[in-house]
């Protein structure tokens, strides 16, 4: 019974040390993707595991070479899950630092109930939009969420915890959809997005919205699509975008892409765009946030993963330089432990963190 007790504290904890190895690694493959982006995000619910397993294989350790085997594994797993809680106790600092200046007192959180409308049509083509409020009468601040998936997949029931979140709390958010490439390319994209800026300005009044109040908020490709509706419309009713992990020059994401590569970085843009750079040299300019950056530019908070393989962190830094210089307000929260689609992770660490950093951003956004 002990020997069997034992080789299964041996197996769990080898299969631990696996999981913890792509906290520092990271995943060549789509496949191992999802590992390098849990790992990190749970890596307190996995140091809690591997200090279990390091008690119970120490007390075998000196009568069984199995358990002494565990025990190296199980503590090697403890180190490893270590990194991600130190680094985020040296981020948060920076990240209070960087919000100073784009930061309101928020009320006692005090979730209320909310009415959900699903397939509203918004656009010529068949497209449609969900909506969350508040069940309150009232007047409400607009957050127009985009989902993202490599501009190929997704819904705007993408990420409804989110929608969920910010609804009981006293916003509209207003889950929009958008054609999807190859079958449809850039432009395409943003005229969606348009048309669902016109609908909220227009019909969004009769959900208990403010039009006058928006704060776009995107996820990867979505995120792309935020930033490049908001900087081109300058002053209006956008009163601020919440980026997550955005690509932010095409034609750089696709000349350098990351090392490795799971997601196939040149592939997913040349189906976007329709083309590689040198054949649509002008295509990827005008779909790139960066083209579009002024002064104008509405406040943008940006987060991204320094272990991001799909959209890296540098483009991240390279948009908050360029808004910067323009004289536009840029927060760059950058989270040394995170990889790409982090707040993915129900739970996490980032989600956590990125979600109240993302409520004090909205708030101040809504209330300038």
């Not at 997949?153 to 990420?159: D, V």
């Not at 908020?217 to 919440?242: F, K």
């Not at 991204?304 to 393989?309: E, L, N």
Request: charged share 20%.
């Amino acid at each position: 019974m002990r020997r069997i007790l034992i080789s299964l504290v041996l197996a769990t904890s080898a299969a631990l040390l696996f999981v913890s190895i792509w906290i520092l690694i990271p995943a060549p493959t789509m496949f191992l993707l999802p590992l390098a982006v849990g790992a990190p995000e749970l890596s307190p619910v996995l140091l809690a595991a591997g200090i279990f397993l390091c008690v119970l294989s120490r007390r075998h350790a000196r009568q069984h070479r199995t358990a002494r085997l565990a025990l190296v594994f199980a503590a090697a797993s403890s180190v490893l899950t270590l990194v991600p809680i130190i680094q985020l106790t040296l981020a948060l600092r920076t990240f209070d630092a960087a919000m100073a200046q784009t930061t309101v007192t928020l009320p006692a959180a005090t979730p209320g109930e909310i009415t959900v409308t699903r397939g509203v049509p918004f656009s010529k083509v068949p497209l449609s939009l969900d909506v969350y409020r508040p069940a309150a009468p009232g007047t409400y601040p607009v957050i127009m969420q985009i989902y993202g998936g490599s501009w190929q997949n997704g819904a705007p029931t993408s990420q409804e915890w989110f929608s969920r979140h910010f609804a009981e709390r006293g916003y509209v958010v207003v889950a929009i959809d958008y054609r999807h490439a190859p079958e449809w390319i850039w432009p395409e994209q943003i005229e969606d997005v348009r048309t669902a800026q016109w609908w909220i300005e227009n019909e969004s009044p009769k959900f208990g919205a403010d039009p006058t109040r928006i704060v776009l908020v995107g996820r990867s490709a979505g995120a792309q699509l935020a930033m490049r509706l908001a900087y081109q419309e300058g002053p209006s009713a956008i009163r601020g975008v919440v980026n997550y992990y955005g690509p932010v020059d095409l034609e750089e994401g696709w000349r350098r892409p990351p090392r490795p590569d799971p997601a196939k970085v040149r592939g997913i843009l040349e189906m976007f765009i329709g083309g590689t750079p040198d054949r649509k040299p002008e295509h990827y300019r005008h779909a790139s946030p960066i083209s579009w950056v002024s002064s104008a530019s509405a406040p943008t908070l940006s987060f991204y993963g320094s272990r991001d393989h799909i959209v890296e962190a540098r483009f991240g830094r390279t948009l908050d330089a360029a808004l910067r210089k323009a004289g536009a307000t840029s927060v760059l929260l950058e989270l040394p432990w995170a990889e790409h689609a982090f707040d993915s992770v129900p739970n996490g660490m980032g989600r956590r963190i990125a979600l109240s950093y993302t409520e004090r951003f909205i708030a101040w956004a809504v209330a300038r």
